[in-house]
């Protein structure tokens, strides 16, 4: 919460509006490393981008915290010595350390890799942003392995529309596309 409350300050909003606004008392700001409940945290997300106004928040944050940002799960990840035993600690870890209505998982199919994350819970708000902030932490940690160059082929989220999507592409450095039917983001490189 506290990347996501410097944001909102930083850009002059005001955090008791956007707590209220997500049902989250302000005072959960005092124990920053307490977990919430992944639906209070996209409630939080989607009332701050509303609140300053920026539809891309989301990337930013992930970027700008990094998968160390994620705190113990980060841990994990960038003490593997692999971006393959990385990510399998990913999908080990996260229901441990970080949230149990996700899950996230990797395949291969012919020449492409695709990685994957899915919201296993049904949310009403918040669900592309999540998605967006999720794909931040997944270039991170890619980029942590095979260099701060590596570019996918492009990443997939859900919805039919997404605002702000040049910036978010220019932050990423990587065509977003969009597919409605799909329950999950994953980015694509032929390996």
Known sequence: MGPIAAAVSAAGGSLARVFGKAGIPLTLLDTPDRLILLRDQLKLIDAAIREIGDPALPARL?????????????????AAETLGAAL???????????????????RRQGANAFYEYAVAERIESGRQANEILALGYLLGTVRHFLGPAWRPEHAVVTGATLTGRAQIQELFGSEVILEAVMNRPRVERPV
Do not use: K, W
Not at 62 to 78: E, F, M, N
């Open 62 to 78: 992930s970027l700008s915290t990094g998968i160390a940002g994620l705190g113990p799960i980060g841990v994990q990840v960038r």
């Open 88 to 106: 399998a600690r990913v999908e080990v870890v996260t229901p441990l350390l970080l949230q149990t209505a996700t899950s996230t998982g990797l």
